[in-house]
């Protein structure tokens, strides 16, 4: 039995010379000598065209000279690609972390009916540093408005935490209630982050801005989603799902899910 190893792609690719041996052991009477027949190949140079010329015990000069052309393949069309290629894979890394989830800005019950989630998307447990807090601002209102104290809050992986104001009438238990009772905190047009506060200023973790005009520090990427209805909510569609882009990543849901998998 003969048995050739398949070279590296790269070797395929490149200009290369290849000697191969074929030893053969006859069978039957011829074989009863134990006789073996030696077929020596010459090197061949895989970057253009070769000689054929076998050489045996029996004909030492070769047989007779053919010429093959073995150029390398060119690879670069769709039409010459071998089959065994596999496919492009996506090796980019897959980022998780800690993210405004899902945002109610009221309802028919009142307009203090409200509440922001928050999602640990990692698989592994995540503290949230010292002076980390929970933000809003209304739409061309500079105020920014601080929600809930997070400090050192610890999140287990796939962990929800639910904010929530005086009037909140959902599903779910609540974690913190906001600070200004029973005022319009989320407005129609408005964002929510979550921040680590810096003196006077914040850097931010991750926010998300809705309805019109600017978000100003407060939006993520150039588009923002539509106001929610009452009692609806923007949320993020994959659940925790984030490209830095409110517009691709929020979307108005049907029915709130606190504390639950977003659905569209």
């Given amino acids: 039995m003969m048995r050739i190893a398949r070279p590296p792609l790269l070797s395929l690719l490149l200009p290369c010379t290849l000697t191969l041996t074929l030893t053969l052991t006859a069978c039957g009477d011829d074989a009863m000598g134990g006789g073996l027949f030696d077929f020596s190949f010459p090197p061949?140079?895989?970057?253009?065209?070769?000689?054929?010329?076998?050489?045996?015990?029996?004909?030492?000069?070769?047989?007779?000279?053919?010429?093959?052309?073995?150029?390398?393949?060119?690879?670069?069309?769709?039409?010459?690609?071998?089959?065994?290629?596999?496919?492009?894979v996506d090796l980019a890394p897959k980022l998780c972390g800690v993210v405004v989830n899902e945002v109610q800005i009221g309802s028919a019950v009142g307009i203090a009916d409200e509440?922001?989630?928050i999602f640990n998307s990692?698989?592994?447990?995540?503290?949230?540093?010292?002076?980390?807090?929970?933000?809003?601002?209304?739409?061309?209102?500079p105020t920014i408005v601080e929600l809930q104290d997070l400090s050192g809050?610890?999140?287990?992986?796939?962990?929800?935490?639910?904010?929530?104001?005086?009037?909140?009438?959902g599903v779910g238990a609540s974690d913190g209630v906001f600070p200004i009772a029973g005022a319009d905190t989320l407005q129609t047009n408005g964002a929510v982050?979550?921040?680590?506060?810096?003196?006077?200023?914040?850097?931010?973790?991750?926010?998300?801005?809705?309805?019109?005009?600017?978000?100003?520090?407060?939006?993520?990427?150039?588009?923002?989603?539509?106001s929610p209805a009452n009692g609806k909510t923007v949320a993020r569609i994959p659940n925790g799902d984030d490209t830095d882009v409110n517009g691709d990543d929020f979307v108005s849901t049907a029915t709130p899910t606190p504390r639950a998998v977003n659905q569209p």
């Fill in 193 to 226: 982050a979550l921040a680590i506060r810096r003196g006077a200023a914040y850097d931010l973790i991750d926010a998300v801005a809705w309805g019109s005009g600017v978000g100003g520090a407060l939006q993520e990427g150039p588009t923002r989603p539509a």
């Fill in 44 to 88: 061949r140079d895989l970057s253009g065209a070769v000689t054929d010329d076998l050489a045996s015990p029996e004909n030492p000069d070769g047989g007779g000279a053919t010429t093959k052309d073995l150029s390398v393949r060119d690879l670069s069309t769709p039409s010459t690609m071998p089959d065994f290629l596999p496919p492009p």
């Fill in 153 to 169: 809050l610890p999140l287990p992986a796939g962990a929800y935490r639910l904010y929530t104001n005086t009037s909140y009438a």
């Fill in 115 to 117: 509440m922001v989630e």
């Fill in 122 to 141: 990692c698989a592994q447990a995540i503290t949230l540093p010292a002076n980390s807090v929970l933000i809003a601002r209304a739409s061309g209102d």
